[in-house]
């Protein structure tokens, strides 16, 4: 079973939210999700974002894998924080 971090549309009508979830990458949409790691909401100002990143760590630790809107939205978040210069 391959795993997947994506968004899954919540809200009303004109008024989307997302939640971040791990679900398996063959399931529909709104199918069964494995585990929810955060909330993203585009539309409040600042586009407003809410990451668990030790979970997410954790999945991405297991071999799930982000989808490119995910794996922005991380990058923001400081998930993927640039590894340390060496020094020569």
Known sequence: MSLRIRLRRVG?????????????SRASAGG???AML??????AKGAQSDVDLEAVRAWLAK??????????LLKKAGCFAAPAAKEA
């Not at 008024?15 to 971040?20: M, V």
């Not at 071999?63 to 922005?72: D, F, H, L």
């Open 12 to 24: 009303r009508k004109n008024q989307p939210s997302y939640r971040i979830v791990v679900a398996d």
């Open 32 to 34: 069964n999700i494995v």
């Open 63 to 72: 071999g799930a894998t982000p989808s490119e809107t995910v794996a922005s």
């Open 38 to 43: 955060g909330h993203y909401q585009p539309r």
